[in-house]
């Protein structure tokens, strides 16, 4: 399968605790784009990540990029309760097609 | 709120029957890409289309095919459902025919085969 892997699968931590989440991807890419998914529904765009950049802030989000590891992590500082979501990364190849990590279901917690 | 709808929001349809998914893209949008996401796995790519023409497919078979229309809206038939086609089905849509750019999604429809 040319999906990517994300770890950890599921993290489940405090409001105001940073949250971590690390993606693998297979190909060489274009960029690689991070999505939250709220309770199975559609995907919201977080951030897009160029292949000739190493990192990337927006807001309350940081994400680095390997190229060389092929690997990405996002980074959620002073998570809230609303941040509970599953997470995904997505592997843009510059061919028509996202391929999309398998997720990472985060619990913040009051 | 992306601006893509997507109907119906669920659907349930037997072995066998063939289902029709709709999507209305933003305007402007050239290309939309069709998705299925499984119960806890990530989206898998099932094509897109660049100004009503297939312009890359996933490794779906061809009883999962697809229309784009000029109007921005598009459909996603599937013909002798299975079991196994039971998932999510998203629809996205991007400026652009490489994709490079953000994909802007549908909240999804819901289908579940019996």
């Known amino acids: 399968s040319q999906q990517g892997e994300e770890d950890p699968q599921a993290l489940s931590i405090q409001e105001g605790e940073n949250a971590t989440m690390n993606c693998s991807y297979k190909?060489?890419?274009?960029?690689l784009q991070w999505y939250r998914q709220n309770s199975g529904r559609g995907l919201v765009h977080l951030i897009l990540?160029?292949?000739?950049?190493r990192e990337k802030h927006s807001g309350r989000l940081r994400v680095t990029l390997d190229t060389s590891k092929k690997s990405s992590s996002l980074l959620i500082t002073a998570s809230r309760a609303a941040d509970t979501a599953s997470y995904f990364c997505a592997a843009n190849t510059g061919f028509q097609k996202l391929v999309f990590g398998t997720g990472t279901r985060l619990l913040v917690s009051p | 709120e992306t601006g893509v709808t997507q109907s119906p929001t669920h659907l349930i349809k037997t072995r066998g029957q063939q289902v029709t998914l709709r999507c209305s893209s933003q305007s402007g949008h050239n290309t939309v890409s069709w998705y299925q996401q499984a119960l806890g796995q990530g989206p898998q790519f099932i094509f897109q289309y660049y100004r009503e023409e297939e312009n890359g497919r996933g490794n779906f078979p061809p009883r999962f095919s697809g229309l784009q229309f000029p109007n921005y809206s598009s459909e996603l038939n599937v013909n002798a459902l299975e079991l196994d086609d039971s998932a999510l089905y998203l629809c996205a849509s991007g400026g652009s025919r490489e994709n490079t750019d953000t994909q802007y999604f549908g909240p999804g429809t819901r289908l579940t085969v019996l």
């Open positions: 190909t060489s890419i274009n960029n």
């Open positions: 990540i160029r292949s000739n950049e």
